[in-house]
């Protein structure tokens, strides 16, 4: 039986030799596994323009505001538990650098614009030209109505929540293409902010119920009807998104439903068939899993009712929640493992592709 197992296992490229009783396991390590820490066959220059139209006047703009220290770069907090102290996965040449909180273990972009920097790169529209290329307005908005907004018509039909029953503010509805489609399959009312004014007077010749604003700023009530608020993709882009939780708690009221979607770091191999690099965007501040996530909204005081994972993409139904669940799981090494499976799968040494080849070779 072990001449047999001996004999199988050269055939599929291993080594068989009897190992000592006393081994070092750090004396045969690379150094170069030394030096990349935890993580295994990972690449950290990170390309913050793969995908944008370089020609662009946007991107030019974006990048004569680095080069001339117009934008500046800091150091900031984890949102969560504000720790200062990451583990770095991921940099780019202008400084930006991506990497795990020690302490909570949410990946997030650490150094990055300030937030008054941040914030004009979204008016200005430099943030569309930098992480949709060439996507036109007519193109962004068809996105919307005929694909994203499907996720949450079927959201809500496997809730079996009634379409007339059904009144919604989008908080970040770019041009408002999936209200278009809500509104078009039943819900009794829909309304929509952004802050980018270019998307919204687009969105308004289809939809007359979307306003350029800060629908969390002081002069604006949105609760007055409201049964269920629209987070689409918009917590990974926001600089304080816990303050913006609970400023968004305060004004909702108590049977009000928050519905998020933001990408899963969980899932991240499922983005891209080539790296995980991929799944980083210059825009994107926060990577959450289902751990980091919920101790967010716990410290906001909302507490989770559903949650549905879309492969690379998480959907979250929460609601104020008096009874906070004390989330004390680390996840820390739930990032790790997301990273390193993601990256052994898009290895083209990995053992497992190896192996699977040259066994069906053998069979």
Not at 58 to 83: D, G, M, Q, W
Not at 320 to 330: F, V
Request: charged content about 20%.
């Amino acid at each position: 039986m072990k001449r047999l197992l001996i004999f199988l296992f050269s055939k599929l490229g291993y080594k068989v030799c009897k190992i000592p009783n006393k081994v070092d396991l750090t004396t045969n390590i690379p150094t170069t596994l030394k030096n990349e820490g935890i993580f295994l066959s990972h690449k950290k220059n990170l390309n913050i323009y793969e995908f944008a139209e370089t020609s662009n006047p946007l991107v030019k703009s974006f990048k004569r505001k680095l080069a001339e220290n117009t934008y500046h770069l800091s150091i900031h907090p984890c949102p969560i538990c504000y720790c200062t102290d990451f583990y770095l996965t991921a940099e780019s040449l202008e400084g930006f650098k991506w990497g795990i909180c020690k302490e909570c273990g949410l990946l997030q972009q650490y150094s990055r614009l300030s937030d008054t920097d941040l914030s004009v790169f979204y008016k200005t529209g430099e943030y569309s030209a930098l992480s949709m290329g060439s996507l036109d307005l007519k193109t962004n908005f068809i996105l919307e109505y005929n694909v994203q907004s499907l996720v949450f018509i079927d959201l809500f039909e496997k809730l079996n929540i009634n379409a007339r029953s059904i009144n919604i503010v989008e908080i970040g509805c770019g041009s408002g293409g999936i209200l278009l489609a809500l509104k078009e399959w039943g819900a009794n009312s829909v309304k929509g902010f952004d802050i980018n004014k270019q998307l919204i007077n687009y969105g308004k010749t289809m939809l007359s119920e979307l306003e350029v604003a800060d629908a969390l700023a002081d002069e604006f009530m949105i609760v007055d009807n409201c049964n269920f608020v629209l987070l689409s993709n918009i917590l990974e882009h926001l600089n304080t998104p816990q303050i913006f939780l609970l400023r968004l708690y305060e004004k909702i009221l108590n049977s009000t439903r928050v519905i998020i979607d933001i990408p899963n770091l969980e899932y991240c191999f499922s983005y891209s068939n080539n790296s995980f690099l991929r799944f980083l965007h210059i825009q994107h501040l926060w990577y959450f899993n289902s751990i980091t996530i919920e101790r967010m909204l716990n410290n906001a005081g909302f507490g989770i009712e559903y949650i549905f994972p879309r492969e690379a993409a998480l959907t979250i139904v929460c609601s104020k929640n008096d009874e906070k669940i004390h989330n004390t799981n680390n996840a820390y090494w739930n990032s790790v493992s997301a990273i390193n499976y993601a990256n052994h799968c898009f290895d083209p040494n990995n053992i497992s592709i190896r192996a699977d080849i040259k066994l069906k070779s053998l069979l």
